[in-house]
């Protein structure tokens, strides 16, 4: 029996890695989870959520850069993992800079401003600047050119940082969702198709009630229950996904539990729950592994739409939907790339579970 589990494993291996765009999806979804676990290591802006705002640069095009001072202003001690998964906490003034200058003991720096007219002129004393002793050290330890790859939004924060992170939320948000999602659907699912009768129909009443419903219209009032938030979008959207799930598992169980292992199990005197986790759910898994892929895509949709209303991720929390909802009017101001960038990464990383979800249903059909 082991040898033939095997052999069933390394089958669908083989017609998994057949299917390019497969194996393609799952290079790239592996991809991305390594950038969300790493996100503040590869953000330029490594400040928790990204939100060191500059608004004399905002609504920069890719590419831009400027000078840039910064007034520290006290380190807070953190642990390095700590700003490697939560962002560095930090108290420092960045300033855009056209250009400086330096009289005495005094810098003298002129602002950056939009239409490149000379902007505010200040200057700062040596003692804005700890353990320097001279002012011309400043120069070489707090003034560096600061380049934004995906430019910057519309209050100066780097595009590419909010990005970054906000692929966290979009992972976490499907993961969640998906995980609650299973453990809800294959529960009743499971009970549903073993016991039938009374039973199955209470729980496809409720499956027929919850599913008659608008998912968004359902995800929206629980959020609103719940209250905004972080967690509040999680259970909201992963307590809407339950039912697809639960019809597939109850109708897998349905046919599986005539086969003549269960019988047998029965006649050997195991109870029910040893014959439903071990004997008909480990056999009933393929569709629902499919299913979950789609539901991972449905769920980063959710999110996204339900950031885009308002009512998912708060700022200033980065969110791809939070961030369309910032820029999709400066599609007609001349910079639509604001709201096509994070609409573009929206669509790549739903099709590429959508790619992956086709791809174990192939590698999982026994029939080919």
């Known amino acids: 029996m082991k040898n033939q589990s095997t052999s069933l494993t390394k089958l669908t291996l ?34 928790q959520n990204a939100n060191q705002m500059h608004l004399s640069i905002h609504s920069k095009s890719p590419g831009f850069s400027v000078m840039m001072l910064t007034i520290p202003s006290g380190e807070v001690v953190q642990n390095p993992l700590s700003v490697m998964f939560f962002g560095k906490k930090s108290a420092n003034t960045e300033i855009p800079i056209s250009n400086y200058k330096m009289e005495g003991e005094k810098l003298q720096i002129t602002e950056y401003t939009v239409d490149g007219n000379d902007g505010l002129q200040k200057e700062y004393s040596l003692s804005k600047f700890p353990n ?35 692929i966290r939320i979009s992972l976490s948000i499907g993961f969640v969702a998906v995980i609650i999602s299973l453990i809800i659907g294959i529960s009743l699912g499971a009970i549903a198709g073993y016991f039938g009768g009374k039973v199955d129909a209470v729980i496809m009443w409720l499956i027929n009630v919850t599913w008659s419903i608008p998912t968004l219209l359902l995800v929206i009032a629980i959020t609103l229950a719940l209250g905004k938030g972080f ?8 307590l809407t996904m339950w039912v697809e799930v639960a019809r597939v598992v109850r109708g897998q169980v349905m046919g599986v539990k005539q086969m003549q292992y269960v019988t047998a199990a029965k006649a050997l005197g195991y109870n029910d729950f040893r014959i439903i986790t071990k004997h008909i759910l480990p056999n009933s898994m393929a569709p629902v592994i499919i299913i979950s892929a789609a539901n991972f895509a449905g769920a980063i949709l959710i999110e996204s739409g339900l950031s885009f209303l308002g009512i998912g991720a708060q700022p200033p929390m980065p969110s791809w939907g939070g961030i ?26 739903v099709t590429a579970f959508m790619l992956i979800g086709n791809a174990l249903r192939d590698a999982l059909d026994v029939k080919d």
Not at 24 to 32: C, G, K, M, P, Y
Not at 231 to 238: N, T
Not at 327 to 349: E, F, V
């Open 14 to 47: 083989q017609k998994f890695n057949k299917n390019g765009w497969g194996v393609f999806s799952f290079a790239f979804i592996l991809l991305s989870i390594l950038v969300a676990i790493f996100a503040y290591v590869l953000a330029p802006d490594n400040s």
């Open 132 to 166: 320097l002793s001279s002012i011309k050290e400043v120069p070489k330890r707090y003034i560096s050119e600061k380049k934004f790859y995906l430019g910057t939004d519309k209050y100066g924060r780097d595009l590419l940082s909010r990005m970054l992170i906000g």
């Open 231 to 238: 967690w509040q979008v999680f259970i909201a959207v992963g």
């Open 324 to 349: 369309i909802k910032d820029h999709y009017s400066y599609i007609i101001l001349g910079k639509p790339y604001l709201a096509l960038i994070p609409g573009l990464a929206i669509m790549s990383l």
